[in-house]
């Protein structure tokens, strides 16, 4: 029975792969901030006995560590650990009071997926020095991330960041037998896209990305777009020369602050 950490797991994307790792007869950790979300995704789960709740803030970084040593505790080790918490605001840099919305969704995106992974590894170390060699730390990059987006300066700096770390951390940990899985995902159907006030191409219900996303962590893929159009989409943003990228996207839509 594998044992699976979710963080940011009362819903969207984490909702999500909640659902699809309980399907499959995981046991799972669900971390969020609100008991009343959380409790309704745990009841929504096969044997929602069996699974776990902690009601946390990912900013809290001893709060995670203790629900770690619970979690692993409790499964005697962990299989799968995915950093899922995340938000998304409209930022621009001319505003000063843009400043702490820049502050807070590094803290939640980028600094809370380390503080995610960090209590989990010294156990996934020993768990593949006894044979077992199937762990998976699991970031959640964006597609987002692979080119800076007009207002949406916070965000698409700390997916970037994500998916920095995560290459890191993957070579950091490759002879421990340790798999680091980045998921970029396109434009997914979430309570967070839902206020975009634009065309979101390629979209994609969550229970499909969820059903993608479990394949391509238990497969050990390095780095994986969801859905595959927009990793095609990725792929030629990458290649884009900055004087093109900059013709079109000067106009792109922002996401809207909060004011």
Request: proline residues 5%; hydrophobic residues 45%; charged residues 15%.
């Amino acid at each position: 029975m594998q044992r699976v950490f979710i963080t940011g797991a009362s819903s969207g994307i984490g909702a999500a792969l909640a659902l699809q790792y309980a399907a499959q007869g995981a046991t799972v950790g669900l971390v969020g901030r609100r008991r009343q979300p959380l409790q309704l995704v745990r009841d929504r789960l096969p044997h929602p006995e069996r699974h776990h709740l902690y009601v946390l803030d990912v900013n809290d970084h001893e709060a995670l560590r203790i629900a770690a040593a619970d979690f692993i505790a409790e499964g005697n080790g962990i299989d799968v650990v995915i950093a899922s918490a995340g938000i998304s605001q409209g930022t621009l840099t001319e505003f000063a009071e843009d400043q702490k919305v820049f502050e807070s969704v590094f803290a939640t995106n980028m600094l809370a997926t380390v503080a995610t992974f960090s209590p989990f590894i010294a156990t996934m170390k020993q768990q593949a020095l006894a044979g077992q060699r199937d762990c998976r730390l699991v970031g959640i990059g964006s597609v987002a991330g692979i080119r800076g987006l007009p207002g949406a300066g916070a965000y698409s700096g700390s997916k970037a960041a994500v998916m920095h770390y995560c290459e890191s951390l993957r070579v950091e940990l490759r002879a421990s037998g340790i798999k680091v899985v980045t998921l970029v995902p396109g434009y997914i159907d979430t309570p967070m896209t839902q206020v975009n006030q634009y065309r979101m191409p390629f979209l994609m219900p969550a229970p499909e990305f969820a059903a993608q996303a479990s394949a391509a962590i238990t497969s050990g893929s390095s780095y994986q777009v969801i859905p595959w159009q927009m990793g095609f989409v990725a792929k030629l943003l990458r290649v884009l020369p900055d004087w093109l990228y900059d013709a079109v996207f000067a106009k792109a839509p922002h996401k809207a602050r909060k004011v």
